[in-house]
């Protein structure tokens, strides 16, 4: 069965630090997306990134980077530099591909790491 | 800008109301779902659609309906609402190729009932 893990419910930092949020998942597929999602207070959830399993490249944007594990199924999320209005709950998800249709497919969530950034 | 629209950010209701969360959204999107946000439990999903008149049971279905009767439209009905469905609801919507696009979300509904 499908499955993600956020080990982390809380996480609290000063702004400037470095911040790595954890993100395992279990699939039988060997084609899946993962995705991350950032939820401000303002409550909608932003979409951040899309990895497909056959794509293992480490992936950097600004002060967000991605690093992709198939080895360990683990997706891990750093912010660099933190700011305050990092401060956010972060979702990782998981579609398989063979679930990818109307009728069968939907992401599945992580229990979402809440990020603090305090001044 | 594309936009999921949801019709309320609070909601207040009693115990045993029928209430109504509406989603809309403009983007021609096949698929639209409803999620529960609870802390610790992340988002679970309630209904999705892939269609007009189409609907399939998530993983928590219980104490909860949904009506699609245009593309553009999906509800969540509470039919006799209960404390415990105090909760964030979420409503998004995407492309068939959901598992590739992701989806788009709306604000969420915070529904209180006492």
């Known amino acids: 069965a499908q499955k993600v893990t956020q080990a982390q419910t809380e996480i609290s930092v000063v702004e400037k630090e470095d911040v790595t949020l954890d993100c395992v998942y279990e699939t039988r597929d060997t084609t899946y997306y993962l995705f991350w999602y950032k939820q401000p207070p303002s409550g909608e959830l932003v979409f951040l990134i899309r990895r497909n399993s056959f794509d293992e490249q480490n992936e950097i944007s600004g002060r967000y980077s991605w690093n992709f594990q198939k080895s360990t199924s683990s997706f891990n999320f750093t912010i660099t530099a933190s700011q305050v209005v990092d401060s956010a709950v972060y979702f990782c998800?998981?579609?398989?591909?063979?679930?990818?249709?109307?009728?069968?497919?939907?992401?599945?969530f992580g229990q979402g790491t809440e990020l603090s950034v305090k001044p | 800008d594309v936009k999921v629209t949801q019709s309320s950010r609070y909601l207040v209701k009693r115990t045993g109301e029928k209430v109504f969360l509406e989603c809309v959204q403009d983007?021609?999107?096949?698929?639209m779902f409803w999620y529960r946000q609870d802390p610790g439990l992340g988002l679970r999903l309630i209904y999705f659609s892939y269609d007009v008149k189409m609907k399939e049971k998530g993983d928590i279905p219980e104490g909860y309906s949904v009506s699609r009767e245009k593309k553009e439209r999906f509800s969540l009905i509470l039919e006799s609402a209960s404390t415990n469905q105090t909760s964030m609801y979420l409503c998004a919507s995407s492309l068939p190729r959901q598992g590739y696009y992701g989806y788009t979300f709306g604000s969420g509904t915070r529904l209180t009932v006492v």
């Open positions: 998800a998981l579609s398989e591909a063979s679930r990818s249709y109307n009728q069968g497919g939907k992401l599945i």
């Open positions: 983007m021609d999107h096949e698929n």
